[in-house]
């Protein structure tokens, strides 16, 4: 199971405490108080693994070492270990304790979540002419702790977005190395996949089902992928009854959620038109011209209207390749 929200406790490590120590050595009698060691930070890394979540499941509370405290003879704690936590990119860092939103946005990225306490001196530190022999110290700061909503918003180039059984799974497994659960059944899949097609990260977005944006089914889950997607492709079955009852429908629930949604570049495909005479996939085609002029037909099992629909897939991909120049 996808973990694509969830809300943990994270705690730096406390810094350790000063030392009030005095030297042993005969003659030479003086403060030796090391300083205590530094708490440990807590840092998120983003990586490309969408599941990268799932080690929050069960563990929901993490804490970085404490600093060791000071010793006599001059000798500073150690500092606390820090830890490094994997978040995916997409992930939005919501900080519950201080209502600070924070993202991550791409591999490699480095973000201090939590900083560790500082070490308190130890009376080594507080010496001077006039105080000789002092017995001041002090205590570590403690560390940072917050509690954080980890919120994961896919972010591909291409959402795959329909009804449930329109063929976006088979076709996320016709066009890339992903491997879905595929099956012929009127009820959404329970997770989201991603598949990569060249340059283009292409995400099938389990089928939405009318009143999805107030919750319905896993509505609600789904959407949220939806947003982070640069361009939609909608997909509708060709043998459908009611083809743009059913755009319509998806469209609804897309705006209902957000707005900005309906904005996004769309295209529309008919799929599975294996399935039905051709004149009647024309008419179809047609009466869509007026609603989006962007629209294909096309069946996984028919070589030529795949290699249309790659056509498209390419000039994307062509697009994209030419921003990065």
């Known amino acids: 199971m996808l973990i694509d929200d969830v809300t943990i406790k994270i705690k730096a490590g406390d810094g350790g405490a000063g030392a009030v120590a005095f030297n042993k050595v005969v003659c030479s009698l003086g403060p030796t108080g090391g300083s205590g060691g530094r708490g440990g930070s807590v840092y998120a890394i983003g990586v490309s693994e969408l599941d990268a979540l799932q080690q929050f499941r069960f563990k929901k509370v993490l804490e970085a070492e404490k600093g060791i405290n000071g010793k006599g003879q001059f000798v500073d704690g150690t500092s606390g270990q820090d830890i490094v936590l994997k978040f995916p990119v997409g992930t939005i860092i919501h900080n519950l304790t201080t209502g600070a939103d924070t993202e991550m946005t791409t591999v490699g990225e480095k973000i201090l979540l939590a900083k560790g306490g500082k070490g308190g001196k130890g009376n080594f530190q507080f010496r001077s002419s006039r105080n000789t022999t002092p017995m001041e110290s002090q205590p570590g700061t403690p560390g940072e702790e917050f509690e954080l909503r980890l919120e994961l918003k896919m972010m591909a180039d291409i959402g795959f977005v329909g009804l449930p059984n329109v063929g976006k799974s088979s076709l996320l497994k016709e066009l890339t190395d992903a491997n879905p659960k595929v099956a012929n059944y009127p009820f959404t899949t329970l997770e989201p996949n991603l598949g990569v097609y060249y340059e283009l990260i292409l995400a099938d977005i389990p089928g939405l089902i009318e009143r999805a944006s107030s919750g319905k089914g896993l509505g609600i889950k789904f959407l949220r992928h939806v947003e982070r ?85 390419n000039k994307i991909k062509d697009e994209k390749v030419g921003m990065k120049k």
């Open 229 to 313: 997607t640069k361009i939609l492709f909608h997909f509708i079955a060709s043998d459908s009854a009611t083809p743009i009852t059913d755009y319509k429908t998806i469209r609804k629930e897309l705006g209902k959620y957000n707005k900005e949604l309906l904005n996004k570049e769309e295209y529309v495909f008919l799929s599975r038109s294996d399935t039905v005479d051709k004149k009647e996939i024309e008419k179809k085609i047609k009466a869509f011209k007026k609603y989006n002029g962007n629209i294909k037909a096309f069946s996984i099992y028919d070589y030529d209207s795949m290699e249309e629909f790659k056509k498209v897939l």
